[in-house]
Nanobody, 125 residues
Framework: QVQLQEHGPGLVKASKTLSLICACAVSGASITTENYYWNWIRQPPGKILEWIGSIDANGDVNYNPSLASRTSIWRDTSKDQFTLHLMSVTPEDTAVYYC???????????????WGKGTLVTVSS
């Protein structure tokens, strides 16, 4: 069974020079398996899910255009782990951050078939 587990910083102070980094550990599957996409998705308090970006089996990445300028996703294939780096964080980046797998490259949260439980990241002002 595919399982995903997020690890996040919990609390981050807002700053143009600070960033948040969340890691996702995958078990029961390989992140290099063709035709799957490994996503980061977030849900701010009281708001809907927002797709952040994804990385595919070849290491190619796609980002939400609204976040692309300060987002980076990379992976460690030896550990089946992929990581989100969001820079210049503000309190508006406070959210539960999820990692998820999707079978298509639709770049929406609803396409995901396996999800982690999520990790709350709070950005303080």
């Amino acid at each position: 069974q595919v399982q995903l587990q997020e690890h996040g910083p919990g609390l981050v102070k807002a700053s143009k020079t600070l960033s948040l980094i969340c890691a996702c550990a995958v078990s029961g599957a390989s992140i290099t398996t063709e035709n799957y996409y490994w996503n980061w998705i977030r849900q701010p308090p009281g708001k809907i899910l927002e797709w952040i970006g994804s990385i595919d089996a070849n290491g190619d990445v796609n980002y939400n255009p609204s976040l692309a300028s300060r987002t980076s996703i990379w992976r460690d294939t030896s550990k089946d782990q992929f990581t989100l780096h969001l820079m210049s964080v503000t309190p508006e980046d406070t959210a539960v951050y999820y990692c998820a797998r999707s079978p298509n490259n639709y770049r929406v949260a609803s396409d995901a078939d396996y999800w982690g439980k999520g990790t709350l990241v709070t950005v303080s002002s």
